[in-house]
């Protein structure tokens, strides 16, 4: 069997259920075989497998086809959603509950079995259902305009499968805990947002926030929101490109430059009220900086990956100022 058709396959078989992988797998490689074999004989071509391969398009969406009844939305999503929502179903609660707890241990609160178990039981549900409805709608607005979001990238092309075993291509578990992780931080953010500032405080008081800049905090959230599309996009298509890479280290600078004014200086300057000698030490514009190096550093690192194993998508030469 060609190499083209089993990367292929296996590519189908990434998107797929694993009780159902192996055996749609073995239906697919079959009707693959027998499909060329009518049209091209014993003997087919790797132009002719190719040919074949294309009109069956690509591989998540050749996936879908298999299950589609099962979906709810998107069908060609749907097991990236699940995913994400999974991970988010085990990451959520567990957030809530420590916030909830250190808040209340390190605020002087008289501790009752209500705020030391029931508060923070109701307020992980709430959570979790917030995280699960804030994720199915970006889901459904990635399916909404999945054809702008996917401009710009080139038509599906066999021959650009990745090896079975390629060690470059997308690592769903990183790429899903990433949309998961995008998404928790927006429900903070938007959380913050509601509060007016930074607070560890589920019912806080006006004392317990810190005042942030709110129209920093929007941007940060927007910007939250488009790693969540990357992430979500590099999912989709399996592999990282220069367009992906570019949009990714955008967001990222724009992340830490929101981070200094709605994180990094509120906080430094919370802690110079109570010890001016630290007032001469730029202590949230070093700690800016250092995160936007180790952001330059590590997707630095990602494109010589790109680069090192990938000429077909070289990056270009005139670097774009806007995502």
Not at 89 to 109: A, C, D, K, N
Not at 123 to 148: D, G, K, P
Not at 268 to 293: T, Y
Not at 303 to 322: M, Y
Request: charged share 15%; glycine share 6%.
């Amino acid at each position: 069997m060609s190499d083209l058709i089993e990367r292929y396959v296996h590519q189908v078989g990434r998107y797929l259920p694993r009780h159902e992988r192996a055996e749609i797998q073995i239906e697919l490689r079959s009707q693959l075989e027998d499909q060329l074999e009518d049209r091209f004989g014993n003997t087919p071509t790797e132009a002719d497998i190719k040919t074949v391969l294309t009109e069956m398009g690509p591989p998540h969406r050749m996936a879908a086809s298999y299950t589609q009844e099962r979906y709810l939305i998107g069908p060609t999503i749907y097991p990236i959603l699940m995913m994400v929502l999974r991970h988010g179903w085990l990451l959520v609660p567990m957030i809530v509950v420590f916030l909830h707890l250190f808040g209340l241990l390190t605020g002087g609160q008289t501790i009752s079995l209500t705020n030391l178990l029931l508060e923070p039981l109701w307020a992980a549900l709430q959570a979790t259902l917030s995280f699960s409805a804030l994720v199915v709608l970006i889901f459904a607005l990635y399916q909404r305009f999945e054809r702008e979001f996917e401009k710009g990238f080139d038509p599906f092309d066999p021959a650009e499968l990745p090896e079975v075993n390629d060690p470059h291509t997308v690592d769903r578990t990183k790429a899903t805990s990433g949309v998961a992780t995008g998404t928790i931080v927006m429900l903070i953010l938007s959380y913050f947002l509601s509060v007016g500032g930074l607070t560890l405080r589920l019912n806080p008081a006006p004392g317990d926030i810190i005042p942030v800049p709110p129209s920093w905090m929007i941007v940060l959230i927007v910007s939250a929101f488009g790693m969540v599309i990357v992430h979500l996009v590099a999912l989709l298509r399996n592999h990282w490109n220069s367009r992906l890479w570019l949009t990714q280290m955008i967001l990222e600078m724009i992340g830490v430059v929101c981070l200094y004014f709605v994180l990094y200086r509120p906080l430094v300057e919370r802690v110079v009220s109570s010890n001016p000698a630290l007032g001469d030490i730029p202590i949230a514009e070093i700690i800016a900086i250092i995160s936007g190096v180790l952001g330059v550093v590590n997707n630095g690192t990602l494109l010589i990956r790109l680069l090192n194993t990938s000429t077909r998508d070289p990056v270009p030469k005139a670097v774009s100022t806007s995502p």
